[in-house]
């Protein structure tokens, strides 16, 4: 994970951090894929079956009717892992570039994170998929320690489910 990757520096201007500190958690995956971003977008978009190729959710439910954009909402069941467990987190997308990127913040429990994937094409044609996210607050500085690894990985997981079930291989995420 490079502190310089544009996403991370993204998702910590948005919080108002100009680097992570004591009171920081930056969680990243990131790849290089064969896929056009449009593939994978369309994959990614199908928020019903993040599931599929995403370790971190067991359910992801549209809250609104109408097309993918700014403003829209869904909910996630996430799973993740001790000492959090499984949580259903709110999300309203702040931000919307059809096969670009697209994100969310949050601030509850004292805790502000701002999520980010983007999908950036590639001189070859390949697409650079990037999923970031920095939470900040107290309670991250408390539990930084115990999830910062697992959660690294499975981001690194969902980016890389993501990239195999646009390529047509379907196989399960590991979880």
Not at 84 to 97: A, R
Request: aromatic share 8%; glycine share 10%.
């Amino acid at each position: 994970m490079s502190p310089a990757d544009p996403g991370i520096a993204y998702c910590l201007e948005r919080i108002g951090k100009t680097a992570a500190g004591w009171d920081t958690l930056v969680v990243h995956g990131a790849a290089d894929a064969a896929v056009p971003a449009k593939d994978l977008w369309t994959v990614w978009a199908d928020l019903e079956r993040w599931p599929a190729w995403s370790p971190l959710h067991r359910s992801v439910t549209r809250t609104g009717h109408g097309e993918l954009a700014a403003g829209a909402a869904f909910d996630q069941q996430l799973s993740l892992g001790f000492p959090v467990g499984m949580t259903t987190e709110h999300v309203t997308i702040d931000l919307l570039e059809p096969a670009g990127r697209v994100a969310w913040a949050g601030d509850a429990n004292g805790v502000r994170s701002f999520h980010q994937w983007s999908f950036t094409p590639l001189p070859s044609g390949g697409t650079h998929v990037s999923n970031a996210e920095v939470f900040a607050g107290l309670p991250v500085a408390m539990l930084r320690p115990l999830v910062a690894r697992r959660w690294n990985r499975l981001f690194q997981a969902g980016v890389d489910g993501l990239i195999r079930h646009a390529s047509g291989d379907r196989e399960s995420p590991s979880r």
